[in-house]
């Protein structure tokens, strides 16, 4: 059974399109991210939710675009898609313990390569 | 800001040996949690062991231990019996108590020969 998945996990698209990419959990959580992994390697936040209300955008361009239609299921949307954007794209999920707001270990997903051309 | 530096940008260690992967992190807070996470060339991200920073007790995951030493805020991890199988990026992330967000360090790609 698959804890975290997403689709698609390869996406290669022009410059200037469109594109979206889908995350969903089974894992019963309450917590979704979204992280960027640039050609570095380096992992960073862009956004977080918690039970479909966004807690975290970390500073990221308004061509992206998340959207979370239940605590399930977390997507992307990107728009206007420039070179900068070739990255890969991974989605996590934790669970929340208490109302303290303690959030659990992060479970991530396969990754999704965006390569634009 | 609290941030994470891993400072072996590559290790390699020869297969049943040990190795040793360095981290340190920079934070004010006193309550916080430390996670060591993989990613293989399959490109998954793996946890492969978490601390809590209030428990003086290293965590031990089988071949996986840490070495966490809050006051110097440093927190290795030490991989036993190496095997192929371990060959990947290794992060070590940080996130505050009651935070969202990991923070990452920069990753150390650590290479089995056998």
């Known amino acids: 059974d698959t804890a975290v998945s997403q689709t698609p996990k390869y996406l290669v698209t022009q410059m200037g399109n469109d594109k979206s990419i889908k995350c969903e959990q089974n894992?019963?959580?309450?917590?979704m991210y979204w992280y960027k992994q640039d050609s570095k390697k380096f992992l960073k936040i862009m956004f977080s939710?918690?039970?479909?209300?966004?807690?975290i955008n970390e500073t990221v361009p308004n061509r992206f675009s998340p959207k979370s239609p239940d605590k399930a299921h977390l997507n992307l949307h990107i728009n206007s898609l420039e070179l900068g954007d070739s990255a890969v794209y991974f989605c996590?999920?934790?669970?929340?313990?208490?109302?303290?707001?303690?959030?659990?270990?992060?479970?991530f997903g396969p990754g999704t390569r965006l390569t634009v051309l | 800001a609290q941030t994470v530096t891993q400072s072996q940008p590559e290790m390699s260690v020869q297969e049943a040996e040990t190795v040793t992967l360095s981290c340190t992190y920079d934070?004010?807070?006193?309550?916080?949690?430390l996670f060591w996470y993989k990613q293989p060339p399959s490109r998954q991200m793996i946890l492969v062991i978490r601390?809590?920073?209030?428990?003086?007790q290293n965590a031990t995951e089988n071949r996986f231990s840490v070495n966490f030493q809050k006051a110097a805020k440093s927190f290795s991890l030490k991989i036993s019996d190496s095997q192929l199988g371990d060959a990947a990026m290794y992060f070590c992330?940080?996130?505050?108590?009651?935070?969202?967000?990991?923070?990452f360090g920069q990753g150390t790609r650590l290479t089995i020969n056998p």
């Open positions: 996590a999920s934790s669970a929340q313990r208490s109302l303290a707001a303690l959030t659990d270990t992060q479970y």
């Open positions: 894992l019963g959580h309450d917590t």
């Open positions: 939710y918690n039970n479909k209300e966004l807690i």
């Open positions: 934070t004010s807070e006193s309550d916080y949690y």
């Open positions: 601390q809590e920073a209030y428990k003086q």
């Open positions: 992330a940080y996130r505050a108590q009651g935070a969202q967000k990991l923070v």
